[in-house]
């Protein structure tokens, strides 16, 4: 005991020591002081009059757009006005702020003093003198004019026009309680297109009747001189503005297949989550591309060629079905922990992305396989090129869980990262893909074919046909549908797959669904496809990395033999085996080292310094694809099959 006393006694007199060698004793010493931003907190209220809104998007040379707003007022004193911070659909704070400009407030022809609140950036407190009744607002949001500062959404062609950007609301109620009336005004000639009714419209500017900031937001609007839009039901249609007209020619079988796609989307979910739905495509070099959901529309930004090299553009042909099955999955049933009443004083938290994108990455898939949007055998290499990301080209899951991958919209931004598969990213969409694989294989087989996927959707998605509100949900309420449709552990399952750290990928969807993976010298479509697109060539498998067709690096996977030979992203190769780079070339190397010929040998430069590597790969060329195991029909077979 004396020793231990003795023990704790110098212990205790040696961090005494410590700390005063730590802190000098003629240092000063701040200590911390609460900080919050002083802004009201939302309420379930109806907001005091309708706020007027006007987005000037005529000038397209220099990717201006021009907002004047007029918003009611009751009282004097502090306004506090939100620019949107939380953007739906991005599950991050991304909220572009940095190209709002030109910000002014008046009431009565005078101008207001305004400040920015010094901890919350996205909220401007504007000084309000006795007797106003509106405040009004004017500012411009300025789109990116090259792409090294974000998405372009103006161009001398067309327009990406989100009320999310272009508008700021009052804070201190629900947005679906402050009423507003929208008004866009584009170049005379151009036509618009969104989930929005018009109520009037004079020359180039179009009313839209009053309606929630939520639908507004929810809302967004493309416009362009080159329109097309082709009814796919009817409540469903396709609006497709293009860079030419010539992007508009979209064959009838074209056409059938997107209808396809509406009509095996119904018969999976059941009840229709809204009134009309419009497919938002915009199809163009210029314009940024995008993918982002609404409950009535999606916005779909594509490359040129969507219809005319329809052939090459696979992944392109995945994004519809994705988009729409958020109308069901994420818009309508919405996890409990990332609705929020505004966008910007509660985070927006991802815990259930594993169902919100996962899901729907799954339904996008399968629904494009059952449309024709893809066919089978395209949608398999593409299960295959997923399932490979996650057995090999994915060591961080040794480490990371998948759950807290659904932080990464926040914690990464969608930034570049240097090492990928060690890191993982937002692996929620396509590792959660594979877990609904599996839990169809599940259903399946034990209950001897009787129960599958589709009654899920039916039971979690099919409910109030036309209702575009939310209806949140939980992690238990998963669980519990799971067991309504088939009683197993589903819970115990789902935990081992989502929220431990797992050592095996979730392949047996695959593996007992009737396929395995392999992995052969021969690319398939999806991946020539991609490289076609992408005009870079995958090595993933082969060496461990990507290189695009100039040379350049793109990807290094962690732990292969190209790590092993210190090549990074953005290493540049200019000599393979002593000649100038060239990919065939590359592919002739590694095929010979294969046969017991040579190691490649890389000629790499990173900055100005140059050396010569060795990629001791000897596995030659490999590609991942799904073989058929046996000649009956299985579960994945099954889950492909239309309706």
């Known amino acids: 005991m004396r020793k231990i006393a003795l023990a704790l006694v110098l212990s205790t007199a040696l961090a005494g020591t410590a700390s005063a060698q730590l802190v000098p004793p003629l240092n000063s010493k701040p200590q911390a002081y609460p900080k919050a931003a002083q802004v009201p907190a939302a309420r379930d209220i109806p907001f005091p009059g309708t706020v007027q809104l006007t987005v000037d998007a005529t000038d397209t040379t220099r990717g201006i757009f021009r907002i004047k707003q007029r918003v009611p007022v009751t009282a004097a004193g502090d306004l506090v006005l939100f620019y949107p911070k939380w953007v739906p659909g991005g599950h991050s704070p991304r909220g572009d702020i940095k190209n709002v400009t030109g910000i002014r407030f008046t009431a009565n022809g005078q101008a207001l003093k305004w400040k920015r609140d010094p901890i ?35 161009t001398p062609e067309m327009s990406s026009i989100q009320w999310l950007s272009l508008s700021m609301y009052p804070a201190g109620y629900y947005v679906r309680q402050i009423p507003v009336q929208a008004s866009v005004i584009v170049p005379n000639g151009w036509k618009v297109a969104t989930a ?23 809302s967004p609007l493309i416009a362009g001189p080159y329109y097309r839009q082709i009814p796919l039901s009817n409540r469903v249609f396709l609006d497709v503005i293009g860079d030419t007209p010539a992007e508009l020619a979209a064959t009838p079988e074209q056409i059938d297949a997107h209808k396809r796609l509406v009509d095996q989307a119904i018969k999976a979910f059941g009840a229709q989550h809204y009134d009309h739905y419009n497919f938002l ?54 996890p409990a922990d990332l609705w929020t009443p505004d966008y910007n004083t509660i985070p927006m938290e991802g815990s259930l992305l594993w169902v919100y994108e996962g899901q729907t990455q799954f339904w996008g898939y399968v629904l494009g396989a059952r449309s024709g949007m893809l066919s089978k055998q395209d949608t398999l290499d ?70 599958s996927i589709d009654d899920f959707a039916r039971a ?83 060496g461990g990395f990507g290189v695009g067709n100039d040379g350049k690096i793109s990807s290094v996977l962690w732990d292969s033999a190209a790590f092993n030979a210190g ?77």
Do not use: C
Request: proline content about 6%; glycine content about 10%; cysteine-free.
């Open 281 to 334: 495509l915009t199809i163009s070099n210029n314009l940024g591309g995008n993918g982002l959901e609404h409950h009535r529309s999606s916005e779909d930004g594509v490359k040129r060629g969507y219809f005319t090299d329809w052939e090459n553009k696979l992944r392109e042909r995945n994004l519809l079905p994705h988009e729409y099955s958020h109308s069901w999955d994420g818009k309508y049933r919405r």
């Open 567 to 643: 090549l990074t992203i953005g290493t540049q190769i200019n000599a393979v085996n002593g000649r100038d780079f060239d990919p065939d070339a590359l592919k002739t190397a590694i095929k010979a080292a294969a046969s017991g010929g040579p190691l490649p040998e890389l000629l790499v430069h990173d900055g100005d310094v140059y050396r010569t590597v060795k990629l001791d790969w000897r596995g030659g060329l490999r590609y991942p694809r799904l073989q058929k195991v046996g000649t009956a029909p299985g579960t994945l077979d099954a889950l492909l099959a239309p309706r």
């Open 196 to 218: 929005l009714r018009p109520s009037g419209q004079t020359g180039g500017k179009i009313d839209y009747p009053v309606t929630s900031y939520e639908i507004l937001v929810d």
């Open 382 to 451: 593409a299960i295959a090129a997923t399932a490979a990301t996650y057995s090999t080209g994915t060591p961080g899951r040794a480490w990371r869980p998948l759950v807290d991958t659904t932080n990464d919209p926040t914690v990464a931004g969608r930034a570049p990262q240097p090492w990928r598969g060690w890191q993982r990213s937002e692996d929620y969409y396509s590792e959660g893909q594979l877990i609904w694989i599996d839990v169809d294989r599940i259903l399946r087989q034990q209950s001897g074919g009787r129960k």
């Open 120 to 154: 919350d950036v996205f909220a401007f407190h504007v000084d309000v003198p006795q007797g106003v009744k509106n405040v009004d607002a004017e500012f411009q949001y300025v789109s990116a004019t090259s792409e090294n500062q974000g998405r372009t959404v103006m």
């Open 460 to 542: 979690f998605y099919g409910m109030r046909d036309g209702d575009y509100g939310e209806l949140t949900y939980m992690f238990d309420d998963v669980v519990a549908t799971l067991n309504g449709i088939l009683p197993y552990d589903w819970r115990g399952y789902l935990q081992r797959r989502v929220y431990d750290v797992a050592a095996n990928p979730p392949l047996e969807g695959i593996n007992q669904g009737g396929y395995k993976l392999i992995f052969t010298a021969e690319p398939t479509k999806w991946i020539k496809s991609a490289e076609k697109s992408s005009k870079s060539n995958d090595f993933t498998y082969s």
